[in-house]
């Protein structure tokens, strides 16, 4: 079983910045591809970034290239997610989800169901 816990989430200014952090219990954390996700109000969660373990590319969702950098540190178990020029269309809650199946070279999903574990979520506001 693995836990995952999301943090970093408040309110903050159009055009501001953020990093959020999440963390990830296991001894095999360097072979998780780790994503987030977000939730907006009324809407469906939606894949927003992703970092794979075996080559550590990552993958991005049009509506944040460019202004959304992922980032993995192994050592720490933990994945990151630092979010700049926000918008107020950012504003939802952001889930942390760990996918320890993919396998070596595979592109990471954007699909909810291939990962198997999942954070509480961290709320995200910006405001106007």
């Known amino acids: 079983q693995v836990q995952v816990v999301e943090s970093g989430g408040e309110l903050v200014q159009v055009g501001g910045s953020l990093t959020l952090s999440c963390v990830a219990s296991?001894?095999?954390?360097?072979?998780?591809?780790m994503a987030w996700f977000r939730q907006a109000p009324g809407k469906e969660r939606e894949f927003v970034a992703a970092?794979?373990?075996?080559?550590?590319?990552?993958q991005y969702a049009d509506s944040v290239k460019g202004r959304f950098t992922i980032s993995k540190d192994n050592g720490k178990n933990t994945v990151y997610l630092q979010m700049s020029s926000l918008k107020p269309e950012d504003t939802a809650v952001y889930y942390c989800?760990?996918?320890?199946?993919?396998?070596?070279?595979?592109?990471?999903?954007?699909?909810?169901?291939?990962?198997?574990?999942w954070g509480q979520g961290t709320q995200v506001t910006v405001s106007s």
């Open positions: 989800a760990a996918d320890t199946n993919l396998p070596y070279g595979s592109a990471p999903s954007e699909s909810l169901s291939a990962y198997e574990y």
């Open positions: 970092f794979t373990w075996s080559f550590g590319s990552t």
């Open positions: 296991g001894r095999t954390f360097s072979r998780y591809t």
